[in-house]
């Protein structure tokens, strides 16, 4: 699977944005970049996911640089309940065999949001 | 829809003792994933089951570890015997189809402490 490297702490204040940085250098052209997220004692949430363009929900959006060898996933204003730990994940398209549909998770970024 | 349910979700066993943990995923959701979190990493993925059939075992310590899923719905994780480096919360997912962008739906986890 292809590594990903992200800080490993970031800080916020309450409503503002928060920028988040992967660098996935080695990405291939059929590797997906997901986001995940884990709140305090909880099991990892989906956040978003993108391929080339940059990609909106209502959750956060993600901004992926041309090359693709980074991304960045923003947060627009930051609550106290976006406090956890942020995964960035790349996971191949044509993923078959023993790497089918599986998430390799890295350390995370822990953003913690200041009142 | 209801959420991937996990039980229990906190379990302390001894060392040597056996322990069982079950899951029931998202209805309609083909694939099923264990994963292991110990404290201060990331998951790892245990094993992985698409349908009723195991897609990807090969981080399953299989000396002790051991997972079915019966008729491609619940499925059970056992240790046995459990050693004191088996404490972790342990994670089960589900998805669709288990696809390079399908999203991955995670219960609450089972804490597991072997003393």
């Known amino acids: 699977d292809a590594k990903t490297t992200q800080p490993n702490s970031m800080e916020s204040n309450e409503e503002e944005p928060v920028h988040l940085p992967c660098n996935h250098s080695?990405?291939?052209?059929?590797?997906?970049i997901h986001w995940y997220r884990q709140l305090p004692s909880q099991g990892p949430e989906y956040v978003i996911h993108g391929l080339t363009s940059n990609v909106n929900n209502r959750m956060a959006s993600l901004a992926i640089a041309e090359d693709r060898k980074s991304s960045t996933l923003i947060l627009h204003r930051a609550t106290l309940r976006d406090a956890a730990v942020y995964y960035c994940?790349?996971?191949?398209?044509?993923?078959?065999?023993?790497?089918?549909?599986?998430?390799?998770f890295g350390q995370g970024t822990i953003l913690t949001v200041h009142p | 829809e209801a959420g991937v349910a996990q039980s229990p979700r906190y379990k302390i066993i001894e060392k040597r003792q056996s322990v069982a943990f079950w899951c029931n995923p998202i209805s309609g959701h083909a694939t099923l994933y264990w994963y292991q979190q110990i404290l201060g990493q990331g998951p790892k993925l245990l094993i992985q089951?698409?349908?009723?059939?195991?897609?990807?075992d090969s981080q399953l310590p299989k000396d002790r570890f051991s997972a079915e899923r019966l008729k491609g719905v619940d499925s059970t994780l056992k240790i046995q015997p459990a050693k004191l480096e088996d404490s972790a919360v342990y994670l089960c997912a589900s998805s669709r189809q288990g696809r390079g962008a399908d999203t991955q739906y995670f219960g609450p986890g089972t804490r597991l402490t072997v003393l």
């Open positions: 994940i790349l996971r191949d398209l044509n993923a078959g065999g023993t790497s089918y549909g599986k998430l390799t």
């Open positions: 080695t990405i291939s052209g059929t590797d997906y």
């Open positions: 089951f698409q349908n009723n059939g195991v897609v990807d």
